[in-house]
């Protein structure tokens, strides 16, 4: 997609009188292990990054050069942590929603619009919002809350593998990789597991 087309929901946005407008996205919705970061960003009129996409689309050396770009020009970041505990009690999906919510709460500049990746947000605020399909590879806003959200997390799974070596979260990210899988059945299911994820699950019932 061409760099400028990331701009239509924002330019449309502006044109009617939005002037803050919040992109938000989360990373880690399908790893086994650890949390789901949720981002929140709102950028200036005159932003612009060369080559900046969808996280997933982008190099992890792009999104660690990217990262303090954005966090820099963005005129706020709220970021949100929700825990694999709470991911359990209250199901991925929702924890999603509530983690963007958490997100926005954070910015230091109330938003007068809100374009979230295919999160639908009715009846829990009342800021406008529209749920983009595939947004963060179609709004240059959710597209920096998303490289927020993956170096957040990536960094958080660092952490992890540090602590526990063993499990080589830096390789999978805690995603059911089969390598991932051969080490959670070797070396059992510690605390920062989603336990009501299936391979989790499987493997906590076969060791009762």
Known sequence: MNQKDLYKYEKGLWQKGYSHIAGCDEAGRGPLFGPVVCAAVVLPHDFVLEGLNDSKKLSEKKREEYYPIIMEKAISVGVSIVSAEEIDEINIYEASRQGMLRAINKLNVKP?????????LDGYTNIPFEAIVKGDAKSITIAAASVIAKVTRDHIMYEEDKKHPEYEFKSHKGYPTKKHLELISKYGIIDGY????GPVKKILEDNK
């Open 112 to 120: 007068e619009y809100i374009l979230t990746d295919a999160m639908p």
């Open 194 to 197: 989603r336990r009501t994820y």
